[in-house]
């Protein structure tokens, strides 16, 4: 059987039709209309799945199911998605409307669950008794998968892991509270540190690849300076590595999962990262002569959204 899954963000929906080992056999894409009434943009969305699924040259009696990964929440007592702020959505019956046009099941979870789910399915975590998947990017989400089937929580907002505080009264958060992980290992917290500190060391790496635009700072020219030992970038970098292993050396004790997988912009530094942190949570575990989760690379890129939303059904 085959699943078709939505990979739904703020500018473009990305979908899918995938066979039940995660692999996409046709793909298509449209641009998210948050212009138009809710119901308009699920028929865009279905019209865009069958268009799909007709140039894999497959039916809707070869379809099993339909997925959802979303950039919000959804409440598993109604199964409505509960909102989803960069689309404009609050209680939304997505499954309903989406069978007004498919007639289908269809199923729905946070876009980080889904990209955790595809690595379980078909990525670095495949086959694992459990995992968890953290994406290191502007934010940081999380997706846990135990026995193969994701983990939202009893009421539809757990893996949250980006809103767990690591830092009691520390960096303000979007999300109103103070010390939360995102603020230490998205993107963003690398690129307001770099901001914040490179005034101080006029002579650094950093400085000469922001061409002495501290606005023009990215996480990858941070990174880039350590690699070249220079000393702020080493700081930073060291800073980053703390607060990233602590976060992991957390999910080991609290979860004990098999595989820790790392996507998103930030685990594009490789082993030069993974190295450092595998390092660091040496020191940190607890049950230093037991064995501990593998942490690795997730390795299936912008797809996993996709992949994961369509492996839902499984
Ligand atoms: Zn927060």
Known sequence: MLYIGFDVGGTGVQVGVVNEKGEILCKGNMVTRTDIPVADQIKAMADCALETLGRSGYGLNDVKSLGAGLPGVVD?????????????????????????????????????????????????????????????????????????????????????????????????????????????????AIILAARAAVNQYQDSAIMAKCEGDPMKINAKMVFDAAKEGDELGLKLFNEYVKALSTTIVNIIHFLDPEVIALGGGVSKAGDFLLDALRKEVAHLVMYKTMPYARIELAKLGPDAGIIGAAMLGL
């Open 76 to 188: 598993p007592r109604t199964g409505h998605v509960a909102f989803c702020p960069n689309l404009g959505w609050k209680d939304v019956d997505f499954a309903g409307e989406m069978r007004k046009h498919i007639d289908k099941p269809v199923y729905m979870d946070n876009d980080a669950t889904v990209a955790g789910l595809a690595e379980n399915v078909a990525g670095v975590s495949a086959g694992a008794h459990s995992s968890v998947f953290l994406t290191l990017g502007t934010g940081v989400g999380g997706g846990i998968v135990i026995g193969g089937k994701v983990w939202s929580g009893f009421h539809g907002v757990g893996s949250e892991i980006g809103h767990m505080i690591i830092e009691m009264d520390g960096n303000p958060c979007n999300c109103g509270n103070r010390g939360c992980l995102e603020r230490y290992c998205s993107a963003t």
